[in-house]
């Protein structure tokens, strides 16, 4: 097996150790998220840096997320279930920067990933570790995003997905599922719903569970996001991310990422951006339980907002994420309907991103915070924007303005 694989995962809440060399779902004890916890030192940090830049790491495509194998939980990378993921731009965003007053402003963009959202990063990583360990039958509760990306790396694989998604999540995210092959069963409700559904249907001993921080690798790919970050930046990072949270496996593996990259000597300090997390009013359980200062979130009994990422009444990860904001210092803001449908548009005229409905949330977030004086335009502030705008239901795409035309 190739050194180093996490030599255990831990329970993020109550600490307990599990193998790592079977397939695991949550915690035994306490049914919590595991996290793959690796062996880290300087030595093993300044070897992975040094072969950074050489495609002699990485036995896919050099740009791709699979660079970071040394610290990915897979035994075989050269028998990673990829199409390229990850590897995305990093925008300097001048025009939406002078509108907002912010000097240093840059988009990540996930959409450039396969399948469209950020989503591919953690499939990739989390169903190539799983038929390592055996896994052949995959199911998963999703808005729309993971699923299609599960479908599409499952696709690659002689394994069986079926997934469970709302019925108003758009015939895009379900035509794409089936053109990959996955069974798709269209439920009526709420991510929370399906998740009920599909546990009542699709027994443990059968079907291995890919749901958000119910198993321990997603977030692994997730992670790659924040090492990313630290290249994109010449070996910095940058003072504030914001990010529109559903589950919150992005800014908990970035989170994470940026821990790690401490433990390998790669940042001097503890000077790590300041994590802001964006959600909807209608569904803002994060930002409830932030500003009431408590460590778990109480989900929320009728979520009702169209970006469809954000519709996730109870986080299980809700603790991981509330930590990672308070100990960086960072906030939890939420926005209306009509701020991530303005922000959208104003991603696509002023940036030339079509982004979905999460991303246009997180630039209406940086309003809020900028308003609120949480942060300054000083800064250096980086936006993620998850996934593409193409893939949602039309009644969420921004309205065009006016066409000007050109005087004859």
Same mark, same amino acid.
């Given at each position: /097996?190739?050194?180093?694989?996490?030599?255990?995962?831990?329970?993020?809440?109550?600490?307990?150790?599990?193998?790592?060399?079977?397939?695991?779902?949550?915690?035994?004890?306490?049914?919590?998220?595991? &996290? +793959?916890?690796?062996?880290?030192?300087?030595?093993?940090?300044?070897?992975?840096?040094?072969?950074?830049?050489?495609?002699?790491?990485?036995?896919?495509?050099?740009?791709?997320?699979?660079?970071?194998?040394?610290?990915?939980?897979?035994?075989?990378?050269?028998?990673?279930? %990829?199409?390229?993921?990850?590897?995305?731009? &990093? &925008?300097?965003? @001048?025009?939406?920067?002078?509108?907002?007053?912010?000097?240093?402003?840059?988009?990540?963009?996930?959409?450039?990933?396969?399948?469209?959202?950020?989503?591919?990063?953690? /499939?990739?990583?989390?169903?190539?570790?799983?038929?390592?360990?055996?896994?052949? =039958?995959?199911?998963?509760?999703?808005?729309?995003?993971?699923?299609? +990306?599960?479908?599409?790396?499952?696709?690659?694989?002689?394994?069986?997905?079926?997934?469970?998604?709302?019925?108003?999540?758009?015939?895009?995210?379900?035509? @794409?599922?089936?053109?990959?092959?996955?069974?798709?069963?269209?439920?009526?409700? %709420?991510?929370?719903?399906?998740?009920?559904?599909?546990?009542?249907?699709?027994?443990?001993?059968?079907?291995?569970?890919?749901?958000?921080?119910?198993?321990?690798?997603?977030?692994?790919?997730?992670? %790659?996001?924040?090492?990313?970050?630290?290249?994109?930046?010449?070996?910095?990072?940058?003072?504030?991310?914001?990010?529109?949270?559903?589950?919150?496996?992005?800014?908990?593996? /970035?989170?994470?990422?940026?821990?790690?990259?401490?433990? /390998?000597?790669?940042?001097?300090?503890?000077?790590?951006?300041?994590?802001?997390?964006?959600?909807?009013?209608?569904?803002?359980?994060?930002?409830?339980?932030? @500003?009431?200062?408590?460590?778990?979130?109480?989900?929320?009994?009728?979520?009702? %907002?169209?970006?469809?990422?954000?519709?996730?009444?109870?986080?299980?990860?809700?603790?991981?994420?509330?930590?990672?904001? =308070?100990?960086?210092?960072?906030?939890?803001?939420?926005?209306?309907?009509?701020?991530?449908? @303005?922000?959208?548009?104003?991603?696509?005229?002023?940036?030339?991103?079509?982004?979905?409905?999460?991303?246009?949330?997180?630039?209406?977030?940086?309003?809020?915070?900028?308003?609120?004086?949480?942060?300054?335009?000083?800064?250096?502030?980086?936006?993620?924007?998850?996934?593409?705008?193409?893939?949602?239901?039309?009644?969420?795409?921004?309205?065009?303005?006016?066409?000007?035309?050109?005087?004859?």
């Amino acid at each position: /097996m190739k050194f180093p694989l996490p030599y255990k995962l831990h329970c993020g809440w109550c600490g307990r150790s599990h193998p790592a060399e079977v397939l695991q779902q949550t915690c035994t004890d306490c049914r919590r998220p595991l &996290l +793959a916890r690796f062996e880290l030192n300087p030595t093993l940090g300044k070897k992975i840096r040094e072969r950074l830049g050489s495609s002699s790491n990485n036995p896919h495509s050099p740009h791709s997320l699979w660079r970071y194998s040394d610290i990915l939980p897979v035994a075989n990378p050269s028998r990673a279930i %990829t199409l390229g993921e990850g590897g995305t731009p &990093l &925008l300097k965003a @001048e025009r939406l920067g002078s509108q907002f007053g912010v000097k240093h402003l840059w988009f990540k963009d996930e959409s450039q990933n396969p399948t469209g959202s950020f989503k591919a990063r953690g /499939m990739s990583v989390a169903i190539s570790r799983a038929i390592e360990l055996g896994a052949r =039958r995959f199911c998963v509760p999703s808005a729309g995003n993971a699923a299609g +990306a599960a479908a599409a790396y499952v696709a690659q694989t002689d394994c069986e997905l079926r997934v469970y998604m709302p019925a108003d999540s758009g015939e895009g995210f379900f035509s @794409e599922c089936r053109a990959f092959g996955a069974e798709v069963m269209m439920v009526e409700g %709420t991510i929370a719903t399906c998740a009920h559904r599909m546990e009542a249907e699709c027994s443990p001993e059968e079907w291995f569970d890919l749901s958000t921080l119910k198993e321990p690798y997603r977030l692994e790919g997730k992670k %790659t996001m924040g090492f990313e970050l630290y290249e994109d930046f010449g070996g910095e990072l940058p003072d504030v991310i914001l990010y529109p949270t559903g589950g919150g496996t992005g800014l908990i593996g /970035m989170w994470k990422a940026f821990q790690e990259m401490r433990e /390998m000597g790669w940042l001097e300090n503890d000077d790590f951006p300041r994590m802001v997390s964006v959600q909807t009013a209608g569904c803002a359980p994060i930002v409830h339980a932030f @500003e009431r200062g408590e460590e778990t979130a109480k989900p929320i009994d009728n979520p009702q %907002t169209a970006a469809l990422g954000l519709r996730v009444p109870g986080p299980i990860g809700d603790f991981l994420i509330l930590r990672a904001i =308070r100990e960086s210092g960072g906030a939890a803001v939420m926005v209306t309907e009509a701020e991530w449908v @303005e922000g959208q548009g104003q991603l696509a005229r002023d940036l030339g991103i079509f982004a979905s409905p999460e991303g246009g949330a997180a630039l209406a977030g940086l309003r809020k915070i900028l308003d609120n004086e949480i942060i300054s335009g000083d800064e250096r502030i980086v936006i993620f924007n998850t996934g593409t705008g193409f893939k949602y239901p039309p009644t969420t795409w921004p309205t065009p303005p006016p066409y000007q035309g050109i005087a004859a």
